[in-house]
């Protein structure tokens, strides 16, 4: 999914399917770039770069979502057509907290839209991500791996794993 979304973010950032909506274009980057930023930070739980895909499509894509949003007149133009106004990040955007953590220097000295931390269509706060991922802590002891996945937790230490499934509320 995320080549296939790395080939069709052009040069310039923008999403050709998108730019095609005319009048609504940056509101459809905005919620286009939601679930591939989503996305990325899962792979991330893999180790893997899903950013860098592309030369960095995924970056030019918040990037030129980020100017569309502070500017519409920059999608006046890509469009060819103007863009509804007012231009707002309706239903939130924890996209933008997820990009933010992970890249604050992408984001410093740049308007930022006032969004909430999540968006119902990509299931809430996905702030919450950033405990899910996968992450590593060196020790005395050596490498202890604690992976988070559908209410069961496992760390693995190297001697052998211990997994303590979560009760859901």
């Not at 919620?31 to 591939?36: I, K, Q, S, Y």
């Not at 007012?86 to 924890?94: D, F, L, Q, R, S």
């Not at 990009?99 to 931390?117: H, I, Q």
Request: glycine share 14%.
């Amino acid at each position: 999914i995320m080549a296939d979304a790395a080939r069709d973010i052009a040069a310039d950032g923008t999403l050709p399917m998108e730019i095609a909506r005319g009048g609504r274009a940056v509101h459809y980057h905005a919620f286009a770039v939601m679930p591939l930023v989503v996305l990325a930070e899962l792979g991330r739980a893999r180790n893997e770069d899903w950013y860098a895909l592309g030369d960095g499509a995924l970056h030019r894509l918040v990037d030129v979502t980020l100017r569309g949003l502070a500017d519409p007149a920059l999608f006046d133009r890509l469009a060819q057509v103007a863009q509804q106004r007012p231009v707002t990040h309706v239903g939130g955007a924890g996209w933008l907290q997820l990009y933010g953590a992970r890249f604050p220097e992408r984001l410093r000295n740049r308007p930022l839209p006032d969004t909430k931390p999540g968006h119902r269509g990509i299931g809430g706060d996905v702030t919450v991500l950033n405990c899910v991922a996968a992450t590593q802590v060196r020790t005395g002891a050596g490498d202890v791996t604690v992976e988070v996945e559908s209410g069961e937790v496992t760390i693995g230490t190297g001697a052998g794993d211990i997994r303590v499934t979560v009760p859901r509320g």
